[in-house]
């Protein structure tokens, strides 16, 4: 149960409502007893086992805004900011399952036939089905227009040929939405790009090694090839060339649950330090006694406190369905930053002990870096915005 406290303290985030809360504490006990214990070991392993997946969703946290008639309950987004807050606090590596529960799902959900979202949403709400979205390609920069992958209609099929790189939950998934070119003569070319939906058990699909990183190592991320495989022409996701289009479509609500993570992982981050120098000594007495470490912690807390006012604005405009994709990329690139520089400064008043592996915030200080590519590099964004101020 939700203490009036709690609510009270929570309310002051204007979408949020008392069953918004009473849904965060649900997840909250469910990740405490399902996730939190074995987090450390799903590091050592390299990934979350897929009967984590199903027991997410047979609580019913998966795609809560999804239509009662798949499967949900037709919640508002405000459900997806809390699945994707309590997650990021236990860790990064939980990201993929928002991604699969607020990317990829809502591709299908806006542009799927019926039978595509009868075929593919209620096992996305059961956890069933893990997903992912694949989009960039090897030697392929943030231009999306380079894309090389081909999808050549024929006999009643499309022969796919190319390959993917960086694919969140790719090593897993049992589907993917994977943007190809079917018209290679369109001009301007970006109008010759389509999305397909390819299972797992397609003709012609492979997937390479997973990938190793610097930060996030332990999150399900590969490379995916296609060799001549064979998808059905009902596999067309909307209409041929259409796809460019609902990429930027869905580009505001992806963007914007990226600086929502970012900013959970500053507040954990926060959190950590707060505790470890309560406790922590120097030249006998409390680091938190200290001046420096004092105003350290009050410059944090500062722009924590103005990251989510700009967020929480956002989402609200979000859920009245504004476009407001300059001010979400301003959100994601500005706050995936801050989010860096508040790692260091916690790094710092953790001294050596910030360094040891099996330390949260030297798990965050690797995994939080990674976080400016996503959707984009920083520059890439930047450019977005600068066009979208007419610069």
Same mark, same amino acid.
């Given at each position: 149960?939700?203490?009036?406290?709690?609510?009270?303290?929570?309310?002051?985030?204007?979408?949020?409502?008392?069953?918004?809360?009473?849904?965060?504490?649900?997840?909250?006990?469910?990740?405490?007893?399902?996730?939190?214990?074995?987090?450390?070991?799903?590091?050592?392993?390299?990934?979350? &086992?897929?009967?984590?997946?199903?027991?997410?969703?047979?609580?019913?946290?998966?795609?809560?805004?999804?239509?009662?008639?798949?499967?949900?309950?037709?919640?508002?987004?405000? #459900?997806?900011?809390?699945?994707?807050?309590?997650?990021?606090?236990?860790?990064?590596?939980?990201?993929?399952?928002?991604?699969?529960?607020?990317?990829?799902?809502? #591709?299908?959900?806006?542009?799927?036939?019926?039978?595509?979202?009868?075929?593919?949403?209620?096992? *996305?709400?059961?956890?069933?089905?893990?997903?992912?979205?694949?989009?960039?390609?090897?030697? %392929?920069?943030?231009?999306?227009?380079?894309?090389?992958?081909?999808?050549?209609?024929?006999? $009643?099929?499309?022969?796919?040929?190319?390959?993917?790189?960086?694919?969140?939950? $790719?090593?897993?998934?049992?589907?993917? +939405?994977?943007?190809?070119?079917?018209?290679?003569?369109?001009?301007?070319?970006?109008?010759?790009?389509?999305?397909?939906?390819?299972?797992?058990?397609? &003709?012609?699909?492979? @997937?390479? @090694?997973?990938?190793?990183?610097? $930060?996030?190592?332990?999150?399900? =991320?590969?490379?995916?090839?296609?060799?001549?495989?064979?998808?059905?022409?009902?596999?067309?996701?909307?209409?041929? $060339?259409?796809?460019?289009?609902?990429?930027?479509?869905?580009?505001?609500?992806?963007?914007?649950?990226?600086?929502?993570?970012?900013? %959970?992982?500053?507040?954990?981050?926060?959190?950590?330090?707060?505790?470890?120098?309560?406790? @922590? /000594?120097?030249?006998?007495?409390?680091?938190?006694?200290? /001046?420096?470490?004092?105003?350290?912690?009050?410059? !944090?807390?500062?722009?924590?406190?103005?990251?989510?006012?700009?967020?929480?604005?956002?989402?609200?405009?979000?859920?009245?369905?504004?476009? +407001? !994709? =300059?001010?979400?990329? %301003?959100?994601?690139?500005?706050?995936?930053?801050?989010?860096?520089?508040?790692?260091?400064?916690?790094?710092?008043?953790?001294?050596?002990?910030?360094?040891?592996?099996? #330390?949260?915030?030297?798990?965050?200080? @690797?995994?939080?870096?990674?976080?400016? *590519? *996503?959707?984009?590099?920083?520059? =890439?964004?930047?450019?977005?915005?600068?066009?979208?101020?007419?610069?």
């Amino acid at each position: 149960m939700v203490s009036t406290m709690a609510i009270n303290k929570d309310f002051s985030r204007s979408f949020l409502t008392e069953e918004h809360l009473l849904f965060k504490q649900s997840i909250h006990e469910f990740l405490a007893k399902e996730a939190v214990p074995f987090y450390d070991q799903w590091e050592k392993e390299g990934g979350i &086992p897929c009967s984590f997946w199903k027991k997410i969703g047979d609580h019913g946290f998966l795609c809560p805004w999804l239509d009662v008639e798949f499967g949900g309950i037709g919640a508002d987004f405000g #459900y997806s900011v809390v699945l994707a807050e309590e997650l990021e606090m236990v860790g990064s590596m939980l990201g993929g399952i928002s991604i699969h529960s607020d990317v990829v799902a809502p #591709y299908i959900a806006s542009f799927g036939t019926i039978d595509q979202k009868q075929r593919y949403l209620p096992k *996305f709400i059961t956890g069933e089905m893990i997903s992912a979205f694949a989009l960039t390609e090897p030697g %392929m920069g943030s231009e999306l227009a380079d894309i090389q992958t081909t999808a050549i209609k024929k006999d $009643g099929h499309y022969i796919v040929n190319g390959a993917k790189t960086f694919v969140t939950n $790719g090593f897993k998934a049992d589907f993917m +939405i994977v943007a190809c070119k079917t018209d290679l003569n369109a001009v301007p070319s970006q109008d010759g790009i389509s999305l397909l939906l390819i299972d797992k058990d397609t &003709p012609g699909f492979s @997937r390479g @090694r997973k990938l190793g990183k610097a $930060g996030q190592g332990s999150s399900d =991320t590969a490379e995916l090839f296609f060799d001549d495989a064979l998808v059905p022409v009902g596999s067309l996701l909307g209409e041929e $060339g259409k796809g460019l289009s609902y990429i930027m479509q869905n580009l505001q609500q992806e963007k914007l649950m990226c600086a929502i993570g970012s900013l %959970m992982t500053a507040k954990d981050m926060l959190h950590l330090t707060m505790n470890f120098i309560k406790e @922590r /000594k120097a030249f006998e007495k409390k680091i938190s006694k200290f /001046k420096n470490a004092q105003c350290t912690i009050a410059e !944090i807390a500062t722009d924590i406190h103005l990251g989510r006012t700009f967020v929480d604005g956002l989402i609200c405009k979000h859920m009245t369905g504004e476009n +407001i !994709i =300059t001010e979400v990329s %301003m959100a994601k690139y500005w706050i995936t930053e801050m989010s860096k520089r508040i790692s260091d400064k916690c790094m710092q008043l953790h001294d050596g002990y910030g360094n040891m592996g099996d #330390y949260k915030i030297a798990r965050r200080h @690797r995994d939080i870096p990674l976080t400016t *590519f *996503f959707t984009g590099t920083d520059e =890439t964004v930047k450019l977005l915005i600068a066009k979208n101020i007419g610069f």
